[in-house]
């Protein structure tokens, strides 16, 4: 099975504009990370049916939040651990967009593996924050040398008083090609 991203026309456009536009992140502006915020948060239903809100997507960097809701609970009537692994898989997609901004459109990026580890209880909304370790020039580099690339994104879950509630790690696999 693959994670393909379904292709929308007019963010095709949008981006492939901004991006011919611009040499790199030099030129990648706040209005081509917003576009991809916004196509991000349409790209993956079953992230968006939980109700996770792509907050920011930056260079290697990405911001989710989810709400409590009804659906989101589990039987103790804290934020159900699947729909954190949820949130923080979304906040971690965002941020691996956010490095490959410049190439988005012609790779092909897998989630390879992850873990998380769940601290506290979570009440009420949760926000994500995702970070890639190395340097997005970096990851570039290796893409255009080897064709592919697979790094870790660090993602740290919050509640509302800022109090770490699960931490995740995910493993990026992006390949050339779609």
């Known amino acids: 099975m693959t994670n393909r991203v379904p292709h929308d026309a007019q963010l095709t456009e949008s981006?492939?504009?901004a991006?011919?536009?611009?040499?790199?992140?030099?030129?990648v502006t706040m209005q081509v990370f917003d576009l991809l915020r916004e196509q991000l948060?349409?790209?993956?239903?079953?992230?968006?049916?939980?109700?996770?809100?792509?907050?920011?997507?930056g260079e290697g960097t990405a911001t989710a939040r989810?709400?409590?809701?009804?659906?989101?609970?589990?039987?103790?009537?804290?934020?159900?651990?699947?729909?954190?692994?949820t949130l923080?898989?979304?906040?971690?997609?965002?941020?691996?967009?956010?490095?490959?901004?410049?190439?988005?459109?012609?790779?092909?990026?897998?989630?390879?593996?992850?873990?998380i580890r769940y601290s506290k209880i979570a009440k009420g909304p949760?926000?994500?924050?995702?970070?890639?370790g190395q340097q997005a020039s970096a990851l570039l580099q290796e893409l255009e040398g080897q064709g592919k690339v697979r790094f870790p994104v660090?993602?740290?879950?919050?509640?509302?008083s800022g109090e770490e509630v699960a931490a995740m790690r995910v493993e990026w696999h992006v390949s050339k090609g779609r």
């Open 66 to 85: 989810l709400d409590e809701q009804p659906h989101t609970k589990n039987h103790i009537g804290s934020q159900h651990a699947g729909a954190l692994f």
């Open 41 to 57: 948060g349409k790209t993956v239903p079953f992230a968006n049916h939980v109700g996770v809100e792509i907050v920011e997507v």
């Open 15 to 17: 981006l492939a504009w």
């Open 126 to 132: 949760i926000t994500a924050r995702a970070k890639i």
């Open 154 to 160: 660090e993602v740290s879950l919050a509640d509302e």
């Open 88 to 115: 923080a898989e979304a906040a971690s997609g965002g941020a691996m967009a956010g490095a490959f901004m410049p190439v988005l459109m012609q790779v092909r990026p897998v989630a390879a593996e992850s873990t």
């Open 19 to 27: 991006l011919n536009v611009s040499t790199g992140y030099i030129g």
